[in-house]
């Protein structure tokens, strides 16, 4: 089950913008990609599964999109 994982804002500057895995759920997904960039850890990371933020274990399908953001403020 390959799952697409895209990097923004300063995530881009520890790993690609755009990076497949293997995974069957969020938690195992950044357990992956903290053992492969070990400059995400500490980080403050929001998760969105095709568009939808979430911050609670989700499971993936083959072909989902997980997007990796970055805390944001607004005004």
């Not at 089950?1 to 995974?23: H, S």
């Not at 095709?50 to 274990?57: E, F, V």
Request: aromatic share 6%; charged share 20%; proline share 5%.
């Amino acid at each position: 089950m390959k799952i697409k994982v895209r990097a923004f804002g300063p995530l881009l500057d520890i790993m690609e913008n755009e990076y497949f895995i293997e995974a069957s759920d969020t938690k195992a997904l950044l357990d992956v990609l903290l053992q492969q960039f070990p400059g995400l850890a500490g980080r403050k990371i929001a998760i969105a599964v095709n568009g939808k933020i979430t911050s609670d274990m989700v499971s993936l399908q083959d072909q989902d999109t997980v997007a990796l953001l970055p805390p944001y403020s607004g005004g």
